[in-house]
Structure formats: structure tokens, C-alpha cells
């Protein structure tokens, strides 16, 4: 089992920027694929970005050039840093862990929310 907490949301407007972290405990944080995921209102949830447990990375379309996934395995923690936010960037953000051998082990934070209004 993989228990992740994620902090960082809030209330943010237009143009700013936000840091999302993702901690996890109860595995080997080094084995698992990271993610984070969002949830807007009304929406299915959708991809973020996603890293490896080498660092490769990636993400959707709607967020390149302004988000950035990175990973610190020592402190077995994933962050999601947001620039240039906009109001269609508004969602409930989710920590997603995948073990990098057995696809069937996935888990997920509780969400954070993240607002982007003035």
C-alpha cells in the first residue's frame, strides 16, 4: 500500500503561480511511476503530467510550457509546479502513484483544489 498526501492548492489569480507536493509513504517511492491528475467540475478526470522513476516526464498539451513535474526520491515526495495559471486550469489535482512493474498497483491522493480567479 501507498499512501499519498498532497498540499499546495489554493486560491490563485490569473497569471500566478502555485506548487503542488505529493508525499508518499508505505512502499519504495523510487519504484513508482508519478502523476498528477485533475478533475474540473462537471469534467472526467484528466492527465496532468506524469514522471518516471528515471525522471522522464510528461504532459498534456493544455499545460506545456507552464507546468513542471519533478520528483525528489529522497524525500519520496512529487511536486507540480504551475505557472501562468489560467481559469480553465481550476480543478480538484490528484497524486497518482503506479508501481513500475505491476500496473495493477495504483493508488491516489485525497486531491487538492486548486482555484484560479480574480
Known amino acids: 500500500q501507498v499512501q499519498l498526501v498532497e498540499s499546495g492548492g489554493g486560491l490563485v489569480q490569473p497569471g500566478r503561480s502555485l506548487r503542488l507536493s505529493c508525499v508518499a509513504s508505505?512502499?519504495?517511492?523510487?519504484?513508482?511511476?508519478m502523476g498528477w491528475y485533475r478533475q474540473a467540475p462537471g469534467k472526467q478526470r484528466e492527465l496532468v503530467a506524469t514522471?518516471?522513476?528515471?525522471?522522464?516526464?510528461d504532459y498534456a498539451d493544455s499545460v506545456k510550457g507552464r507546468f513542471s513535474i519533478s520528483r525528489d526520491n529522497a524525500k519520496n515526495t512529487v511536486y507540480l509546479q504551475m505557472n501562468s495559471l489560467k481559469p480553465e486550469d481550476t480543478a480538484v489535482y490528484y497524486c497518482?502513484?503506479?508501481?513500475?512493474?505491476?500496473?495493477?498497483?495504483?493508488?491516489w491522493g485525497q486531491g487538492t483544489q486548486v482555484t484560479v480567479s480574480s
Open positions: 508505505g512502499s519504495i517511492f523510487g519504484l513508482y511511476h
Open positions: 514522471i518516471t522513476p528515471g525522471g522522464n516526464t
Open positions: 497518482n502513484a503506479v508501481h513500475a512493474a505491476i500496473r495493477s498497483q495504483s493508488f
